[in-house]
């Protein structure tokens, strides 16, 4: 009975130890990957207007749950929306992170794939310039990369969402449309010819039974 109350005593001190570690190594990144994060978030807005100046924006109307941070940005002459959006599909573990914009005007001005860990040449290339995204009219549908519909599909519902977020926020009517997801082609069909062999299968029953 002494060992089993030793025993459980000895656990939760050490369980107690790992957490005040685990918690102590969370205080000290937490600050670090936050402001990796805002650092990448100022050279998009950099790299998207030098003049613009940036603040945070209330995104607590988005009911998605995608969109993780919004801010607004006014020069001289344009304003932008920006949307910091998170979405998880084909690697489950590791959310796909990424930054969409828009002007006044409608239009897609900005889609910045911060991070992804999707499979190499297949779900990365929502990175590229394959998968059409800057350029559109809000109100234009972003069809999926043919065969990386799973990835894409997941960026274009966080696009939508965003889009959302961005009509009652910019006063811009905006109407989310469905991705358009292309019918998969098998290739041509190939004739059999009508001399191909048939093989038929013969049963031949033996009886085994040794005789005496």
Known sequence: MKKTIYLAC?????CAIFGGAIAFVNELTAPIIAEQAMAAETAVFKELDPEAKFS??????????????????????NKYWVYNVNVTRFNSGTPISFMV???????IILFNVLSQQE???IGTRISTKEFEVTGKNVNDAINPLSGATVSSSAVINGINSAKTLYASQAGVSVEVKEAEVAPVSLGTKVAISKEFPKFEAACEAKDNTAEG
């Open 10 to 14: 000895f656990l939760a001190i050490i």
């Open 119 to 121: 499979t190499e040449g």
């Open 101 to 107: 914009g828009f002007n006044a005007e409608g239009k």
């Open 56 to 77: 945070e924006l209330d995104i607590t109307s988005d009911t998605s749950g995608l969109v993780k941070k919004g801010f607004y940005g006014e020069s001289s002459s």
